[in-house]
Nanobody, 125 residues
Framework: QVQLVESGGGLVQPGGSLRLSCVGSGFAFGQNWLYWVRRAPGKRQEYVSA????????YYVDAFSSRFTVSRDNAKNMLYLQMTSLTSEDTATYFC??????????????????WGQGTQVTVSS
């Protein structure tokens, strides 16, 4: 019954911005690391960002830290990714993913166990 559903993707012009959302259900939303991962055709998947289960502490890969902002609202079971200054290199399918329950798996809570289906982001003029 665990579900992660992304939304907010679409076609945007270079230099534009986009806000992606992911709604979770079927698990204790506030007890899991959450991630944004992207994959473009012909490229390996890239981990974009991670956010702590309870404190909201965020982590970014260096390539995205200045343009992307991850946030979560545990009361609404929502994960967000605000993207700005988009370029064609950002064209990809963006996935949200869930880590193991942090209370039950304190030493393994970083491991991903569920993925959403992804939302397509295309940056083109």
């Amino acid at each position: 019954q665990v579900q992660l559903v992304e939304s907010g993707g679409g076609l945007v012009q270079p230099g534009g911005s986009l806000r992606l959302s992911c709604v979770g259900s079927g698990f204790a939303f506030g007890q899991n690391w959450l991630y944004w991962v992207r994959r473009a055709p012909g490229k390996r998947q890239e981990y974009v960002s991670a956010i702590n289960p309870r404190t909201g502490t965020t982590y970014y890969v260096d390539a995205f830290s200045s343009r992307f902002t991850v946030s979560r609202d545990n009361a609404k079971n929502m994960l967000y990714l605000q993207m700005t200054s988009l370029t064609s290199e950002d064209t990809a399918t963006y996935f949200c993913a869930k880590g193991l329950d942090a209370y039950l798996n304190w030493d393994r809570d970083y491991e991903i166990d569920y993925w959403g289906q992804g939302t397509q982001v295309t940056v083109s003029s």
